[in-house]
Structures are given as C-alpha cells and as structure tokens.
C-alpha cells in the first residue's frame, strides 16, 4: 500500500488519505448526498442535471444508479481511466458496488448518489441526509469498466 496524495478537507474539518493497494484506491470521508442527474437535482443548492458520465447519451441519475462523486485530484494521481471505473461504498459493515460517475469540487472527499446511500442505510435526503463523519469507505479500480446493475459502463478519460 502506498499513500497517493493527502486531502484536506475545506469546510468539513478533516484529512484524509488516497491510498494505493494493489489495483484499488481508496480513502475513507463522509457522505454527502449527490442528487445530480436525477429529477430531483434542484433539491440539491450545488445540483447539477448533468453528471461527468453518461449512458446511452443521458446523465446517470443519481435516484437509481449507485455511483460515487471523486474530486479531480482522485482521478489525476493514478494511471487508468477513472470515470466509468468499478467502485464500492462500505459503511458499517455493508458494502455496495457503484461506478465512478460524477466529478466533484477540489478537495472534497465524500459522496454518494442518493441511491447509494439508500443501499448502505445512510438517509439518501440531499437536505438532511448524509453522513457528517469520516465513516464510508470509497474504493475505486481505475481502468476496470464498472458492472452494476447488469450494466457495463464505459470509461471515459478525464478532461479538465
């Protein structure tokens, strides 16, 4: 295992370490609640309509697909294409596969679309739900195509 790049943390008080091991990457965050793509974006003050990944030419909705949100610096320190990659989310003891399917603000470490977070037991309300500490587990597998669901994301190279 070796330490990839250190994050702190703005606004939520908290540092946290992007590991690599083996062909994964993880780090352990909090969970905020991303509704993008969903009908329900405008819940969300920061929602947007669209995600960083789509399929079949529309946004993935963050009502039914289980994705993870990683800042840009999550997907720049590791070789391999990261938007489309397998994913998890663990959370006291359960464990949902995801894609990688959105891309956050720099240095912010911890996002969940609404349905993954309903698949761990976190309240999947972008107003209220979440989880404020660092408790979810984000592993991700660049350049591994993500299966969820019965279907078979493509990767997408990442373009600031």
Known sequence: MRNLITIISRGEAYIANVIQDGGSVFFVGDADIDVDGSPN????????ADT???FNGKPINADKVPFIVLPPECITVVPGVVLGCKAQASFRGKTI???????GPHKKLGELSAHCAELLGINPDPDSGGVDSQEVTYRY???IPALVDGILYRLKPYKP
């Open 41 to 48: 974006w405008r819940r969300d003050p920061y929602g947007q």
């Open 52 to 54: 960083s990944l789509h």
């Open 97 to 103: 596969n995801a894609v990688v399917a959105d891309i």
């Open 141 to 143: 597998w660049p350049g």
